[in-house]
C-alpha cells in the first residue's frame, strides 16, 4: 500500500477523464455553500484546470486528490489542500464526498487521515487547518476525530440563506513537531 492509499480508499490526481465528474461537482449548488463558491465553473475552466494539476503544489500552491474506492475505482469525492505555505510550513485542508448515498461509509475519514499522513510525513507540513460552519456537525465531528482542535469562532460570518451563522477555525498540528 502507498502513501496515498488507505483501507478502503486511494488518493489520485485528476485525469482528464474526471471532466465530467468534477463539472457536476463544481456545479453542484447544493454543495456550494460549503465550498464558498457562487458561480458555476465552466468546462473551459476545469478542463484548464486539469491541464495544470500535474504541477507541483510548491508551484501552485494547492493540490487536488481525487477519493477513489480500491474494490472499483469509483471517485466519491475530492480532497484539497491550498493556501499551501512552505515556509510557515502550513495548508487548509477540504473535502467532498459528493453523493449522499456515500456519506457516513467512513470514506472521508479515510481520506482525512491518508492526506494528512502525507502531509505531515512528506511535504512535511507542521499544521493544517480548515474553516467550519457552525452548523456543520457531521464535518465538525470528523475533523475533531480526526486531532483537529477548534481554535477560533469568526461570529455571524456566514449567510445560509436563513441568517448568518458563525465559522470556527479548526487547527492540527503535526504531533511529531508538538
Same mark, same amino acid.
Given at each position: 500500500? &502507498?502513501?496515498?492509499?488507505?483501507?478502503?480508499?486511494?488518493?489520485?490526481?485528476?485525469?482528464?477523464?474526471?471532466?465530467?465528474?468534477?463539472? @457536476?461537482?463544481?456545479? &453542484?449548488?447544493?454543495?456550494?455553500?460549503?465550498?464558498?463558491?457562487? %458561480?458555476?465553473?465552466? !468546462?473551459?475552466?476545469?478542463?484548464?484546470?486539469?491541464? &495544470?494539476?500535474?504541477?507541483?503544489?510548491?508551484?501552485?500552491?494547492? @493540490?487536488?486528490?481525487?477519493?477513489?474506492?480500491?474494490?472499483?475505482?469509483?471517485? %466519491?469525492?475530492?480532497?484539497?489542500?491550498?493556501?499551501?505555505?512552505?515556509? $510557515?510550513?502550513?495548508?487548509?485542508?477540504?473535502?467532498?464526498?459528493?453523493?449522499?448515498?456515500?456519506?457516513?461509509?467512513?470514506?472521508?475519514?479515510?481520506?482525512?487521515?491518508?492526506?494528512?499522513?502525507?502531509?505531515?510525513? %512528506?511535504?512535511?507540513? $507542521?499544521?493544517?487547518?480548515?474553516?467550519?460552519?457552525?452548523? &456543520?456537525?457531521?464535518?465538525? !465531528?470528523?475533523?475533531? *476525530?480526526?486531532?483537529?482542535?477548534? %481554535?477560533?469562532?469568526? !461570529?455571524?460570518?456566514?449567510?445560509?440563506?436563513?441568517?448568518?451563522?458563525?465559522?470556527?477555525?479548526?487547527?492540527?498540528?503535526?504531533?511529531? *513537531?508538538?
Amino acid at each position: 500500500m &502507498n502513501i496515498l492509499e488507505n483501507r478502503t480508499i486511494a488518493l489520485r490526481s485528476p485525469e482528464p477523464e474526471d471532466l465530467d465528474l468534477m463539472y @457536476l461537482w463544481e456545479n &453542484n449548488s447544493s454543495i456550494w455553500r460549503i465550498s464558498g463558491t457562487l %458561480v458555476p465553473f465552466s !468546462k473551459y475552466i476545469l478542463k484548464q484546470y486539469l491541464e &495544470n494539476a500535474g504541477k507541483d503544489i510548491f508551484e501552485t500552491k494547492q @493540490l487536488r486528490l481525487i477519493i477513489q474506492l480500491n474494490a472499483n475505482s469509483r471517485p %466519491v469525492g475530492a480532497i484539497d489542500l491550498f493556501d499551501f505555505d512552505p515556509i $510557515h510550513r502550513r495548508a487548509g485542508i477540504g473535502i467532498l464526498i459528493a453523493e449522499q448515498s456515500d456519506r457516513r461509509k467512513g470514506y472521508a475519514r479515510e481520506a482525512l487521515e491518508t492526506l494528512m499522513n502525507y502531509c505531515f510525513s %512528506v511535504l512535511p507540513l $507542521h499544521q493544517l487547518y480548515c474553516n467550519i460552519a457552525s452548523g &456543520n456537525s457531521d464535518s465538525i !465531528k470528523l475533523f475533531t *476525530t480526526a486531532g483537529f482542535t477548534a %481554535v477560533g469562532e469568526k !461570529k455571524e460570518w456566514l449567510f445560509n440563506g436563513k441568517g448568518f451563522e458563525s465559522e470556527w477555525l479548526f487547527q492540527c498540528i503535526c504531533p511529531a *513537531t508538538k
